[in-house]
């Protein structure tokens, strides 16, 4: 457990509501990882996931820790089980102080093979949820004195981010920037924080079925760093907005990526053809 300098735990008294908290598949997803993370540092974690099975790992990893949390089924695109999901968390623990809108999925498509359904879908999944969660969210953090609600984004939110086009990922995770800052400013006066992670390529549950290992090798050495991400380096960057570390910071969009926005595709050539 880290101890800030007065001794307390980064997140000690903090309620914490994560989406998403499930694995979906072997390995650590970034719900998974967050959600062991907060409680680590004190917080009591409500794991918010369509099919509760897949939290009963994670949840499991935090009481062995000695950690307190719990699991409610919910799905988030429901403003009736988005309702639910915040009154739960106020029944539980007393209170709300962090939201983590981690849950998303991707959909494949270019601008002419796309479809409506698909579309749909990944919209409503990951651009609606966030909107709905965080309207039933606010009120309860205003009532337990302010919050920070933490929205996952990607790199392809930011400019086009792998090599198979999908244009409802991409328009959703864009979504979510603009829709971020426009809560964080409407949000700061009641002492909620709004701010976006936007990962870059990760290694995750998520990727990990469909992916070559030579695709999997390129995505490292495109980063700067060239040191492949996985979900804890997503958690602690989750950690440091949810803490009163961050009480000076919203309406930012923060990249985890290696420094992979920072790079045009020729600083980074030489690092991709390394050994080829």
Known sequence: MTLLPSGRPRLQDKVAIITGAGSSGPGLGTGKASSILFAREGARVLLVDRNPQAAEETLAAIHEEGGEGSIIAADVTSAADCEAVMEAAVQRYGGLHILFNNFGITGPGTPTEVEESVWDNVLDVNLKSMMLTTKYAVPRMIDSGGGSIIN?????????????????????????????????????????????????????????????????????KAGPLGIEGNGWDIAYAALFLASDESRWVSGVVLPVDAGLLAATPLAVYQNIREDD
């Open 152 to 220: 996952m984004s990607s790199i392809a939110g930011v400019r086009a981010g792998s090599g198979m086009a999908s244009i409802p990922y991409s328009a959703s995770k864009s979504g979510v920037i603009g829709m971020s800052e426009t809560m964080a400013v409407h949000l700061g006066r009641d002492n909620v924080r709004v701010n976006v992670i936007a990962p870059g390529h990760i290694y995750t549950p998520m990727v990990a079925g469909a992916m070559p290992d030579r695709t999997r090798e390129l995505r490292r």
